[in-house]
């Protein structure tokens, strides 16, 4: 099972870089264009100049990564990073307001040994795509640094691990921050023997499923392997932040679908595959896109459902057909995204799939872009539930891209885990 270590993490100082909340910034894979300019503007420490995307230089790929890589020596160099003196696991209580109401989740930082998937410890849900990888290697290898943590779920129906949190969150937090989506997030130190001792020793019972971070994970995973192979090494361990399954501040919504770029003969058969499994209806041609997502939510509470915005045509409601044994089609079936791309997308686009269809969790930029003419349909799903999600990935199996959207997104730059000298 998981292998859990404190590490000696990197944190700003405020006295060099001002205010947390100037310099902490989302994952990579969530910053566009605009934010990651207004990020860079917010502060010259911003987390994003660190790891803001994938690099976009077509005459030397490498120029940004050994520039991300001089710029974290220098910011370490001159005290706007300091690493801590002793190995800590870190807690973080990460509040934030989500459909009018005020959630908070806590998020364990530890590093953890990288394993191959076999091993059983640590188990992913998807798969992933080689350049994201490859730029993730890239990143690495030059910076030896993580910067941002991939996020993980565990299972603590004992609550040995909430006992723990309860006692850390006694005292002061070490640091303080508000995010860039305008939630708070505060950090404490965990430096205490004992209470190290029983956080690894509860994991070691039980794996940990990969929720944000895939691409990253595999990173580790061809770095670790590129170097000595000692498992007391730095590189043999990357930065998690440890989620329990249950903590009701922890969202999986729904990712959609978006579609374009489909001759006439792939769109007609997209509608007769769809027509063929599913029953349907109109939905109000005055609905909002939220609203369809609260209606397909409503009826899709114990069967297949999802709602589809046409750029030819009023917005449809999709239920599966009573009569369509859709549990002969495999455990993944509960799906409704493994279900549309297996038994519509797929058989109707085939290998132009990649091309016609993209993923988002906006619904409200999807529905617009069909509106303008510029896809010719949205798919909206509902949410997949999380024990099925617990249950399907712990019998090895992985589901169709883009199926789940956890929320809130880890804010990168709370902690920095350096791999040289680290240890």
């Known amino acids: 099972m998981a292998t859990l270590k404190p590490f000696r993490g990197c944190r700003f100082e405020p006295s060099v870089v001002g ?40 005459v030397d790929p490498q120029v940004g990564y050994q520039q991300a890589a001089q710029l974290f020596r220098r910011w370490l160099s001159d005290g706007a990073l300091h690493q801590d003196d002793a190995p800590c696991f870190y807690l973080m209580r990460h509040a934030y307001n989500f459909g009018g109401r005020r959630r908070q989740h806590l998020g364990l930082f530890a590093d953890v040994l990288v394993e191959d998937y076999d091993a059983g410890a640590v188990l ?4 992933t795509r080689e ?12 910076c030896q640094a993580q910067f941002s943590p991939i996020m993980s779920l565990y299972r ?28 708070n997030a505060e950090l404490w130190r965990i430096a205490d023997a004992d209470t190290q001792a ?39 361990y990357v930065m998690m932040t440890l989620v329990e399954f249950d903590d009701p501040g922890l969202l999986l919504l729904p990712y959609h679908r978006v579609a374009g770029g489909m001759n006439d003969e792939q769109l007609s058969d997209v509608r007769a595959l769809i027509n063929g499994l599913f029953d349907s209806r109109p939905l109000n041609p005055d609905a909002t896109p939220s609203e369809a997502v609260d209606e397909v939510a409503r009826m899709g509470e114990n069967r297949h459902c ?15 057909r009573a009569e369509v044994d859709w549990q002969g089609w495999g455990q993944l079936a509960v ?11 797929a058989p109707a686009l085939g290998d132009a799939l990649g091309d016609c269809i993209d993923y988002s969790p906006d619904h409200d930029a999807i529905v617009q872009s069909v509106n303008l003419g510029e896809q010719q349909m949205a798919i909206l799903l509902k949410p997949f539930p999380l024990e099925p999600f617990r249950q399907i990935v712990s019998a090895g199996n992985r589901l169709p891209p883009k199926s789940t959207f956890f929320y809130p ?4 730059g709370l902690v920095i885990n350096r791999l040289d000298g680290s240890i």
């Not at 992913?124 to 798969?127: K, L, M, N, V």
């Not at 691990?161 to 305008?182: S, Y």
């Not at 929720?211 to 990173?219: C, L, S, T």
């Open 409 to 412: 997104k880890l804010p990168t």
């Open 306 to 320: 999802f709602a589809v915005f046409w750029a030819d045509d009023a917005p449809t409601l999709h239920t599966l």
């Open 124 to 127: 992913p849900h998807e798969f």
């Open 198 to 236: 029983a956080i690894t020793e509860t994991f070691a019972g039980r794996p940990v499923f990969l929720a944000d971070g895939h691409h990253r994970y595999e990173a580790a995973l061809r770095h670790s392997r590129g170097q000595s192979g000692d498992q007391d090494a730095a590189s043999s």
């Open 156 to 183: 603590d129906a004992e609550g040995e691990m909430q006992q723990i949190f309860d006692r850390v969150l006694e005292n002061a937090p070490d640091a303080t921050g508000t995010t860039p989506a305008g939630g």
């Open 19 to 58: 205010n947390l909340s100037d310099v902490i910034c989302p994952p990579y894979d969530m910053i566009g264009p605009e934010l990651k300019t207004e990020l860079q503007g917010r502060s010259p420490y911003n987390a994003v100049h660190l790891e803001g995307g994938e690099q976009p230089d077509p």
């Open 131 to 142: 350049p994201a990888v490859l730029d993730r290697v890239a990143l690495l290898d030059a």
């Open 335 to 345: 799906s409704e995204a493994w279900v549309l791309q297996e038994r519509v997308l």
